[in-house]
């Protein structure tokens, strides 16, 4: 073998920038999602903001009880997301989840592991998204069941929304809610849509619903706020990036109040 040249070391520093990337977006995903990193990709990374995934555990079907059984991760999971570094948002991204357990809950095991962090559930999202358009009578779309949607329906009729219909479709599986097309979404949100509603949340980090928003909202006339749009619209906001940007929906012109 001929030999090895002589590895010289370079005393000269070379400049280092604070960060690799101005911004900081952190991403919870469940192990079985398919739909919320693309989508935060999609939607939230750039040259100046990156985004930065932890997956964990969760097992179908999506019931209550097996919805519950993610908390005891979340600090683990934040913990495993650039350590010992500060983020400037991190996104728990599961709905069903964030109503069973709790945005305080789930706030206060992200923090554990990230302390200050500014903390995003999708339907906290969803909530502001909606308050960003100043409606309160709204129609729900979910891909649960309807013992999975109930605490959907709390939640937000907790929080002062007048729910003027709620359709769900009854799927336990979140992959198979994943399978669902955007075309096909368009068309449920029509049918789901209540003419007394003045706009229409939909539910779920594993559906494609961010792709069919401008389709949706062509179908009803109204505003569409989703869980990954708004979450990821919301986690924008938060790193200072107020650009508008209609292709994602009406959202996406509106600021985080």
């Known amino acids: 073998m001929k030999a090895l040249p002589d590895i010289s070391l370079e005393t000269a520093r070379p400049t280092l920038d604070a960060r690799p990337l101005e911004k900081r977006v952190g991403l ?4 079985t999602d398919h739909t919320s990193e693309v989508d935060f990709r999609r939607m939230v990374a750039s ?79 969803g909530m502001r998204g909606l308050n960003a358009f100043g409606v309160k009578r709204i129609s729900i779309l979910t891909p649960y069941t309807v013992e999975t949607s109930r605490p959907m329906a709390a939640y937000f009729a907790a929080h002062g929304f007048d729910i003027q219909s709620f359709t769900c479709l009854g799927f336990e599986d979140d992959r198979e809610m994943a399978r669902i097309t955007p075309a096909s979404l368009v068309g449920m949100a029509r049918k789901a849509m209540h003419p007394q509603a003045d706009a229409l949340f939909v539910s779920c980090t594993a559906l494609r619903a961010a792709l069919a928003v401008p389709g949706m909202e062509e179908a009803i006339g109204r505003p569409v706020v989703t ?6 619209w919301n986690c924008l906001r938060l790193c200072g ?17």
């Open 28 to 31: 919870i995903a469940l192990a």
């Open 47 to 125: 040259e100046r903001i990156g985004v930065y995934v932890a997956r964990i555990p969760y097992a179908n079907p999506t019931t209550p009880e097996n919805l519950r059984k993610m908390q005891p991760s979340l600090s683990a999971g934040a913990a495993l997301i650039l350590p010992d570094e500060q983020l400037d948002a991190v996104c728990y991204s599961c709905t069903s989840a964030s109503v069973v357990i709790g945005d305080a809950e789930i706030e206060a095991a992200i923090q554990a592991a990230k302390p200050g962090v500014p903390v995003v559930t999708p339907p906290m999202a």
């Open 227 to 232: 869980s990954n749009q708004a979450s990821a």
């Open 241 to 257: 990036d107020d650009t508008p940007r209609p292709e994602f929906g009406r959202l996406w012109t509106k600021p985080l109040a």
